[in-house]
Nanobody, 124 residues
């Protein structure tokens, strides 16, 4: 059974940093693209970042230069390092596996498995 578990969310002040982790079980990550997505209250889900199976990273324009995605295939874990956080980054963050391709402004995606999410709150 495939399971994705996110962790690392929390409350941080504007300008601060967090690192999210997505741990997979029952699933080898190295052959799949892995993405991070977020959904703020009252808003649609948006793609934040995705890393392809050959380690090509894609980012939404809104986080480019502030967020960094990486993967550790040995640990079956994908990370999202978030720096210079802004109040508009507040959302539930989800990881998912499937495929993603670069697109204007971010990336297209089609995901098969999703985690349950971790809440990130950016507030003073």
């Amino acid at each position: 059974q495939v399971q994705l578990v996110e962790s690392g969310g929390g409350l941080v002040q504007p300008g601060g940093s967090l690192r999210l982790s997505c741990a997979a079980s029952g699933y080898s990550l190295d052959s799949y693209d892995i993405g991070w997505f977020r959904q703020a209250p009252g808003k649609e889900r948006e793609g934040v970042s995705c890393i392809s199976s050959d380690d090509s990273p894609y980012y939404a324009d809104s986080v480019k230069g502030r967020f960094t995605i990486s993967r550790d295939n040995v640990k079956y874990t994908v990370y999202l390092q978030m720096n210079n956080l802004k109040p508009e980054d507040t959302a539930v963050y989800y990881c998912a596996t499937g495929f993603c391709t670069v697109a204007p402004g971010g990336f297209h995606y089609g995901m098969d498995y999703w985690g349950k999410g971790t809440l990130v709150t950016v507030s003073s």
